[in-house]
């Protein structure tokens, strides 16, 4: 079995500060990491690979140069193979551009090493971003079955089932293979990489693809195959202290509620 | 200037591993006395204690500094995290690599570097500590084997040891010159070990004596040559000096970490102590102190892994990082003021398990006597 996980390498956002003052983050000095939903991706493909050792779990992601040190930390937690995909008229790309690149690259790393991807793995959604469309859109694209927001998953019989939490609890559904499945967060965490593996890691060819290299339509990537404007950005104002009621008992806070209410004129 | 990129990302992997997993529980360490299972566990799969172990008995075949990143990023946070992982690099396995056999090598240093299986050192005795050589453990040939009797004492990890590397006299009359070490497994009939030391620090990797009553020993577990094991404990312990300065500026940054924050919240007088210029200045001085220590420890692993004579710049970076890190530990506290007395914060046992640094493996005295005898000849 053959697993692609893709990968986005964010700011490491519990690291961020605020100014407090000038309403903007402070990014300088803010290191880079694995997208947090991204590594339970790639933590539950390496779990396959434990339990079936011919499985292979290749990772691919889209971004600049220094997105390598993200391939190196999925190289050292064991993904076999690491791709790039970096071109600068990728720049300025939104989440549809993204899912068409990412979907001509699995395409150009199928035909490289010989292989299909049986599962496509992403994370539910990035911590910058926040979005959530890169998976969905990728298996439009891919024209596969896909299931989002999967907390643990299991491959038999040429399907995937997955199981959803939900409010009220937890579905599970499956799809035939291949498929495209998005992760929430594990019960099992992602693992540490060891001092062998990091080394390893260090040493190994991380191939990157151009544009070229995937025969990508330019109007689709870029700044002009990004449908999303962003029109502005703003720091949130802040909403103003509310009011916690708690009384000794039930009765008494709601006596106390019906009386604020009362007297606002609300009810 | 000291670290390459393996290296740093060697450190990150220790940091990453020490923030996560040690930070949360160095107290619970300290309070129950024990380091769980798991985090011995995590510490082997991850490497951490095959690091300087050669390649062909199942370690990482690291060299001094990458052990040093190690060392120091887990002492940030717990010092008796990283008793067994320093044991396992130095004081467990360089007395077979410095003197055992290859079929010795292979036999006990992989389950070493694995995790499964612990080797004591036994030098120390109740009345041998500095002075080593005037042990009174007593090895006497009978045969295909020899018999031991004595008690050693201190010795970490006993309790839990499979093994331990124990030094006594063939030769009495001998003195250093008559002391052989022994590979002595703890299952064998007339050894013991003694109740658990209750220390002052280091909670959490249990301590105590070995008693060797008419213990028979075959020759093939004899290491080294007869009457030559002296110089195999006192190599032995220049390599273990290394780790223990890793330990003095792991714990003074550890405990920098905890006042520097402090100081900009605690408000006494109505500003804060970071404020205060005399406490601004102590402050200070610990950071240069700390820089100075690190560069110590840094230059003689650097030496070291260049197969320089490193023995008295390791003895300098075990006398001046372990010094100097108590001192930083303790002016650290006292800037927690009566909080830095109470087991609520971690500073309190931070200088509890620093204060062992200045003694074990080494006094700070016997440096000076290792130092002094390299300027003025012994």
Known sequence: MNILVCIKQVPDIEKIKVDSAKKVMIMDGVPNIVNQFDTYALETAVRIKDADPATKVFVVTMGPAQTKDAMKSCLSVGADRAYMVTDDVMNDSDTLATSYVLSAAAKAIEAREGVTFDLILCGKQAADGDTGHVGPQLAEYLNYPQITSASEITVDGGKVSARRPTDEGAEVVAAVLPAVVTMSQTAYEPRYASVKTKMAANRAEIPVLTAADLSLDAAGVGLAGSPSKVIKTFVPERKKGGLKIQEETGELSAQKLTALLSDAGVI | ?378
């Open chain 2, 1 to 378: 200037m000291f670290f390459n990129d393996d290296h740093n990302d060697i450190r990150a992997l220790a940091r990453e591993f020490a923030e996560k997993e040690l930070a949360p529980i160095a107290n619970e360490i300290d309070q129950n006395d024990e380091v769980p299972q798991r985090i011995y566990d995590l510490m082997a799969e991850m490497g951490f204690f095959g690091l300087k172990i050669p390649e062909e008995y199942g370690g990482l075949g690291l060299d001094t500094r990458s052990y040093v990143c190690v060392m120091e990023e887990i002492c940030k946070k717990s010092i008796a995290a990283s008793l067994v992982m320093s044991s396992c690099n130095s004081l467990s396995t360089a007395p077979m690599l410095l003197a055992g056999t290859e079929e010795q090598k292979q036999k006990y240093i992989p389950k070493i570097a694995s995790g499964e299986e612990f080797m004591a050192f036994g030098l120390t005795e109740p009345g041998a500590g500095s002075d080593a050589a005037s042990m009174t453990t007593r090895a006497v040939e009978d045969g295909d084997s020899y018999i031991l009797n004595g008690r050693k004492c201190f010795i970490t990890g006993a309790p839990f040891a499979q093994n331990t590397v124990i030094f006594a006299k063939t030769s009495p009359e001998k003195g250093a010159k008559g002391i052989t070490s022994f590979i002595v497994d703890m299952s064998l009939p007339g050894v013991s070990v003694g109740k658990h030391e209750d220390k002052m620090g280091l909670r959490g990797v249990a301590t105590s004596d070995v008693v060797l009553e008419d213990v028979r020993v075959p020759k093939d577990c004899i290491l080294g040559e007869i009457d030559r094991g002296f110089i195999t404990a006192m190599k032995t312990l220049n390599t273990g000096r290394i780790g223990v300065s890793c330990q003095g500026i792991g714990v003074a940054q550890g405990a920098m970490d905890e006042a520097v924050p402090y100081m900009k919240e605690r408000k006494q007088f109505g500003q804060r102590l970071a404020d205060f210029q005399g406490l601004r200045f102590l402050m200070a001085d610990c950071e240069a102190r700390l820089n100075a220590a690190r560069l110590s420890v840094y230059n003689a692993a650097y030496m070291m892994d260049m197969k320089e004579d490193a023995t008295k710049a390791a003895s300098m970076a075990k006398y001046f990082a372990t010094e100097t890190g108590l001192d930083i530990v303790s002016k650290c506290l006292q800037m927690f003021g009566g909080y830095g007395y109470v087991k609520e914060y971690p500073i309190e046992r931070m200088y509890r398990d620093a204060r062992v640094l200045t003694i074990f493996e080494g006094t700070s005295q016997v440096q000076q006597i290792v130092i002094a005898g390299e300027l003025f000849g012994r």
